[in-house]
């Protein structure tokens, strides 16, 4: 089972469940946890080969997301959790989107952080430059250089260090299984596009996030029960770049408020 811990909070029912993206950990909630450990349970998890789970794989040979997603759910059923709030960095946006589509009663609201709801042209470039190089560069050069072309500036300077660090952790297997996840990717991506999920999200996204901003606002535009709040200023990881303003919005959308559409945050 994936490694994870809890923050038991008395005085709530609800739960918040955090999940990062590929190459990091649960450390990358780091400035979320004080704020909503006050207000809500708080479920934190390292994915398969990630953080304190870098010796667990799962149990088949393959990865997908359908797997991957549900190793998530069964840390729910061992704590009891009959439904919570999501949060996801990254690529564990589209864990959770998967999580949705398979457990829906699980799922009491999503927050998508740097969303990957679609790839533009320069995504798709990087990925196939990615998929070409995997075995002739190592891969946490490979990483580093992934990691500043999609947090560029001196702004998510700390959001890179955050992610080499816990990348040490990855072995360049795992990274390998992960990759190999792309094809299932953009095919999920594409389907999710074209349909129609009643959970409630919010699309909480950088400014700066050039890499994926454009196809999270299409999608929250096309959906009726999803909403786009932009902080301006911060790319991909706006959760580390901008935590303040991060941590007010998402709190006031897990508590029900109604976001306005579409709104910037300087």
């Not at 470039?125 to 990615?130: D, P, R």
């Not at 816990?166 to 992960?178: G, K, L, M, Q, Y």
Request: with cysteine; hydrophobic share 45%.
């Amino acid at each position: 089972m994936l490694s994870y811990k809890t923050f038991p909070n008395p005085d709530s029912d609800a739960w918040v469940v955090f999940i990062h993206g590929a190459g990091g950990s649960s450390a990358v909630w780091f400035k979320q946890l004080r704020d909503f450990r006050e207000r809500f349970n708080i479920l934190l998890v390292d994915l398969r080969g990630h953080g304190k789970s870098s010796e667990y794989h799962g149990n088949e040979k393959r990865y997908t997301l359908a797997s991957i997603s549900q190793d998530v759910i069964e840390v729910l059923d061992t704590e009891g959790i009959g439904s919570a709030h999501f949060v996801g960095v990254s690529l564990g946006t589209i864990l959770i989107r998967q999580i949705v589509e398979m457990a829906p009663k699980r799922v009491d609201s999503v927050i998508y952080a740097g969303a990957v709801a679609g790839f533009t042209w320069s995504a798709r470039s990087l990925i196939s430059v990615g998929q070409a190089l995997r075995f002739l560069i190592p891969f946490r050069t490979l990483y580093a250089t992934f990691a500043w072309i999609i947090m560029p500036g001196r702004k998510a300077a700390e959001s890179r260090r955050v992610f080499r660090r816990e990348a040490r952790r990855v072995e360049p297997d795992e990274f390998h299984r992960w990759i190999q996840l792309v094809p299932e990717v953009r095919r999920r991506l594409k389907q999710w596009s074209n349909s129609v999920s009643d959970c409630r999200a919010l699309y909480l996204m950088g400014g700066k996030d050039y890499l994926f901003l454009p196809p999270a606002r299409r999608l929250a535009a096309s959906s009726r029960n999803a909403f786009l709040q932009v902080i301006e200023g911060v790319g991909h990881v706006c959760n580390i770049e901008r935590p303040a303003v991060f941590n007010e919005m998402a709190i006031a959308f897990l508590n029900g408020q109604q976001p306005d559409l579409q709104v910037s945050h300087q």
